[in-house]
């Protein structure tokens, strides 16, 4: 008998930086198929140890609470779901990690019939790898769609390489919400969200931020914020190695120019015009009817993201925006995105709810975990993806895996704090400035 059907739903949720916490926790809360109240809900969230894994500043920020919240390297987690007990298991990793976990889930549990329900999808939107990020998560029993377009391209993937196709199902972004942009506040305020890695060069970087100045020197009458996703030395989802909170230590901004971290939302609570490149702040503020401008002052390009908004009606240039235009959304193309403000939200996690509910409930429980990619269909290409997460093909702990055995002990797990703070020291301070020095 389904958990589920004795006591409150059971979720684990494993993320691997601050913004895929944020998407799994909440979609968890979205298309769990339960009441409405979180009590009925036992959610446990599991951060994967690495580069990305969020600190306590940035868990705070997120605003997501979990019931039991554990750091854990990939072995680790796959033998606390060989110990645990749980109805629904969210994978809210980059692709390569959720591929290493199906296969490392379908060894676990591969002598249960009443496995959990696994979903898996995309933080935001998909503009880059497309073929790729979704075949390396083909397997869970749900791969979610934020959006009617983005469910018609996976499922076309699946269909032209042969795949089942029938995990893709369409939901919403589930950070989307707040209240809808009613008028002009006092003062008028510009919110640029900015991006870890979009752009990537010093020099686009020192653009847009001098443009940002620049319009605010021009609207002195008008509050300009740069929204920061994080602060130096922290990882999010992609590498940030030229913070532009370091880059406006060279300039010289108004009294109206304002840094500021803290909640996405609780930002747009006071936004008048938000202003990106490509990032999926865009679509939380069509969503709330929010003035909303892509800019196009370095091009519209894939690399950069914002191609993806071709059609959406909000493309402009800061040359544009000094003087004044306020972009129109087309509204076909909005409500393709999922997020149209017309009530259509609400039920936008139905679907998913009801294959969820239905899965749990089928009798003998579920069939195993099949991914596209086995030792078979990509013998050079899966060995090294799961051998990145200490798996050997099979889906068994390489030799010498860390906590491959046992639990560690108490000398063993300050040694491996130690570690792990030089590691992330390395990564996020050492090797950026090695690069840079590289490029001279």
């Avoid at 599991?46 to 919240?69: N, W």
């Avoid at 998560?137 to 769609?145: I, K, M, T, Y």
């Avoid at 865009?282 to 993201?305: F, K, N, Q, Y």
């Amino acid at each position: 008998m389904p958990a589920s059907a004795t006591k409150a739903l059971r979720v684990a949720v494993l993320a691997d930086s601050d913004t895929r916490w944020k998407w799994g926790a909440l979609t968890a809360s979205r298309i769990a198929p339960t009441t409405t109240h979180d009590t009925d809900i036992r959610l446990d969230g599991y951060l994967l140890r690495g580069r990305a894994t969020p600190t306590a500043r940035q868990l705070g920020e997120v605003g997501v609470r979990a019931d039991a919240l554990t750091e854990v390297t990939s072995v680790e987690f796959l033998r606390a779901m060989g110990e645990k007990e749980y109805d629904l298991v969210v994978l809210a990793l980059v692709g390569g990690g959720v591929q290493a976990m199906l296969h490392g889930l379908g060894r676990v549990w591969s002598d249960r019939s009443d496995r959990p329900v696994v979903v898996t999808g995309y933080v935001g939107v998909v503009y880059e790898k497309l073929a790729d990020g979704l075949l390396l998560r083909h397997g869970a029993d749900l791969v979610l769609a934020n959006s009617r377009q983005d469910a018609d391209r996976f499922r076309a993937v699946y269909d032209g390489v042969g795949a089942d196709a029938s995990s893709v199902t369409e939901v919403a972004l589930p950070f989307l919400g707040g209240a809808p942009y009613t008028g002009e506040h006092d003062p008028y305020t510009v919110v640029f969200a900015a991006q870890p890695s979009v752009p990537e060069s010093r020099k686009d970087r020192t653009y847009l931020l001098n443009r940002l100045i620049r319009h605010a020197r021009k609207h002195p009458e008008r509050e300009v914020v740069l929204k920061l996703r994080s602060k130096p030395g922290e990882h999010t989802t992609h590498i940030e190695e030229l913070p532009y909170q370091k880059l406006v230590q060279k300039a010289d901004p108004p009294p109206n120019f304002h840094l500021k971290y803290g909640n996405m939302g609780e930002v747009l609570d006071r936004t008048d015009l938000l202003v990106t490149v490509s990032s999926t702040a865009a679509l939380e503020s069509l969503h709330r009817r929010i003035p909303t401008v892509v800019l196009t002052d370095l091009g519209v390009r894939e690399a950069l993201g914002n191609h993806h908004f071709v059609g959406s009606g909000c493309l402009a240039s800061w040359d544009q925006l000094d003087e004044g235009h306020r972009p129109t959304p087309d509204e076909d193309w909005v409500a393709r995105q999922g997020v149209a403000a017309d009530g259509g939200y609400d039920t936008a996690f139905d679907a998913a709810r009801e294959r969820i509910a239905k899965l749990l409930a089928r009798p003998g429980g579920l069939s195993p975990l099949t991914p596209y990619y086995t030792p078979v269909t990509a013998p050079g290409y899966l060995p090294g993806i799961l051998a990145r997460h200490h798996l050997a093909p099979d889906g068994h702990p390489l030799p010498g895996a860390p906590a491959a055995d046992k639990e560690p002990g108490p000398v063993r797990q300050v040694v491996r704090r130690a570690a792990r703070g030089a590691y992330r020291h390395g990564v996020q301070r050492v090797a950026p400035v090695i690069r840079r020095m590289g490029e001279l």
